[in-house]
């Protein structure tokens, strides 16, 4: 327990991994793409964040739904993480 906590207080990588099973952050996740699927997000403020996904929303690749985007932002993460290991896609 103490070394969980010392690696969520100062880890600088990775540290979602201690927080994304438990309940509470579940459920805040489930209500945040909820909110913003409420709303359609406009795609200036899509491209000033996520600006790849910007780009294959126009290009007709990747729907405008948060969880989408959101999934997708995540694969580009994991791609530099292919690309720096040197692993085939």
């Known amino acids: 327990e103490i070394k969980i906590r010392l690696a969520r ?3 600088l990588l990775d540290r979602c991994r201690y927080y994304l099973d438990i309940k509470e952050v579940k459920e ?3 209500l945040m793409i909820n909110n913003l699927r409420s709303v ?3 795609l ?3 491209s000033q964040f996520m600006p790849v996904q910007y780009k294959k929303i126009r ?3 990747l ?3 948060p969880e989408e985007m959101l999934k997708d ?8 993480y292919v690309y ?3 692993l085939p896609v």
């Open 84 to 86: 720096a290991t040197s």
């Open 44 to 46: 200036a403020l899509i």
């Open 28 to 30: 805040a996740i489930k």
């Open 73 to 80: 932002r995540i694969i580009n993460c994991i791609d530099d």
């Open 59 to 61: 290009c007709g690749i």
């Open 9 to 11: 207080k100062y880890s």
């Open 63 to 65: 729907i405008n739904d």
């Open 40 to 42: 359609q997000i406009p």
